[in-house]
């Protein structure tokens, strides 16, 4: 029983057609609550389709997301996103930004001051409250752009190659960035990449797609201590094993 307290997301028998092409096929899994989990698969393989069902912006043809047990409903639910493009609002300051979506739950100005204050702090931005993104630096808006997410409190967080545009350097610092606000806010997160070492880094478990129809291939828990080491063989031989199960031709 304890098991099933510790569910946040139920994913059942996720189903997708457009048309006559089937696109997703029967996917099942559990997220448990606070849990980082990485998706990979083949290019095209549907993992985006994945991710839009998850945040509702479409329909399954089959099955059912569940949230705490209930279907999951963006009017009821806080599922947060951030996509692999910029999309800081370019006329609100940094302060305004991570307030956005509180305002639109309609939080109380309390409730909403505490939170922007809080990720402030944790985002080392206090300095550039008043600051426009054009006034950012590519990592800093995106920074704010995922503390925008977490400051949602979300019940579930979709993140969809985040730092595809980014070179290494900046990718490996917003990929501690992201680490650091996940331990310190305790959300769960569903992380989408085409990089096998972003995952490895990132995730507590890493579910493989196939190609089309997406089914999932297998899960791999990776329980590697943090700071997590490129170069320890651990690692190396995740790594190396995942990217053996994906098939990219």
Known sequence: ???????????????????????????????????FVCVVGPTGCGKTTFLNLLTKLIEPTEGELLIDGEPADPKKHNLAFV???????????????????????????DEIKRRVEHMLKLL????????????????????VIIGRAFAMNPDLLLMDEPYGQMDIKLRYYLEDEVIRLWRETGSTVVFITHNIEEAVYLAER????????AKIKEEIHVDLPRPRDFTDP????????????????
């Open 83 to 109: 996509f692999q493009e910029p999309s800081a609002y370019p006329w609100l300051t940094v302060e305004e930004n991570l307030a956005f979506g509180l305002k639109i739950k309609k939080l109380p100005k």
């Open 234 to 249: 651990k690692f190396i031989d995740i790594r190396t094993h995942i990217t053996d199960q994906i098939k990219w031709w």
């Open 1 to 35: 029983m304890k098991e099933q307290k510790d569910v946040k997301v139920e994913v059942k028998h996720l189903t997708k057609r457009f048309g006559d092409l089937l696109v997703l096929d029967d996917i099942s899994f559990n997220i448990k609550k606070g849990e």
């Open 206 to 213: 890493v579910l493989i797609l196939d190609n089309k129809p």
């Open 124 to 143: 080392g931005m206090t300095e550039y409250r008043n600051a426009y993104p054009s006034e950012l630096s590519v990592s800093s808006e995106q920074r």
